[in-house]
């Protein structure tokens, strides 16, 4: 487990907390992505990805693996509304 990787240009925009999410390797799902995945504003999801480095643990790896399937088979939260997927990160100017 661990954040998805995000594209390499978002790396300057990054707040310090932000960057923090580098701290771990990263991963094939994740808090953000079984809590709303790209439904979620940029800011919500990055501080979801900061409190798994925070609180990693193994019962949280599995809570996280058990949590996958049900977005993924229900297909939820894979875009946001007017996106494709979800809007490009722009750091903190965002107000997400």
């Known amino acids: ?3 998805l990787p995000l594209r390499m240009e978002y790396l300057p925009v990054y707040t310090a907390r932000q960057a923090r999410r580098h701290k771990v390797r990263p ?4 808090w953000a992505q079984v809590n709303g995945r790209n439904a979620l504003g940029w800011a919500e999801r990055l501080e979801m990805d900061v409190r ?3 609180n990693r643990s193994c019962p949280l790896d599995l809570r996280i693996l058990l949590l996958t399937a049900a977005p993924m088979l229900a297909r939820s939260g894979i875009s946001q509304p007017g996106a494709a997927t979800m809007e490009k990160f722009r750091g903190n100017d965002q107000g997400r």
């Open 1 to 3: 487990m661990g954040p």
């Open 27 to 30: 991963g094939i799902t994740g």
């Open 52 to 54: 798994y480095v925070e």
